[in-house]
């Protein structure tokens, strides 16, 4: 059996209700947003994420590995879901023109229309179900909390 160590902190009942209540919503909101992306548009909250990045991206073409980092995913993992996208038509891979060594996914036009298409679902999504529930401030204090939590998390990995 393994010892617990005396240092351990154990969370409060007010910062588990904190952790529950950010583990459970965020679950079930990506698993909503998820549902109203694939039964209005057959495309999954994952993939449209993909389009999203290829789309902000300059000539909508972005290196496997950045935008798996941007993705918080593994490259193998990105690999397999951007094959999918590209038999469908979404996107294409190729040869980093800078590199010729790297490989990049490029948004096509069917993956624009898809985009165009499901974007307003999703912000509608976004905002009944998350933004429009909090006020300016909580929103501002939001970002700031996970702002600090994804750079706490980046400096790890760096």
């Not at 023109?97 to 509608?124: M, N, S």
Request: aromatic share 4%; proline share 3%.
């Amino acid at each position: 059996m393994t010892q617990v160590p005396d240092e351990v902190r154990w969370l409060s009942d007010t910062e588990m209700n904190a952790w529950r209540s950010y583990i459970v919503s965020t679950l079930r909101l990506r698993q909503r947003l998820h549902r109203e992306l694939t039964d209005g548009h057959e495309v999954s909250l994952i993939d449209y994420e993909v389009l999203v990045c290829l789309s902000q991206a300059p000539e909508n073409r972005m290196r496997m590995t950045e935008l798996a980092t941007m993705l918080g995913s593994t490259k193998s993992r990105l690999s397999h879901q951007v094959g999918r996208m590209e038999v469908a038509g979404y996107v294409r891979r190729g040869k980093d023109p800078e590199d010729r060594r790297g490989v990049t996914a490029e948004l096509t036009q069917q993956g624009v229309d898809l985009l165009d298409g499901a974007a307003p679902t999703h912000v509608e999504g976004v905002r009944a179900h998350l933004i429009d529930l909090m006020s300016t401030d909580e929103q501002v204090a939001m970002a700031t909390v996970f702002g600090r939590v994804l750079t706490h998390l980046t400096d790890l990995e760096g």
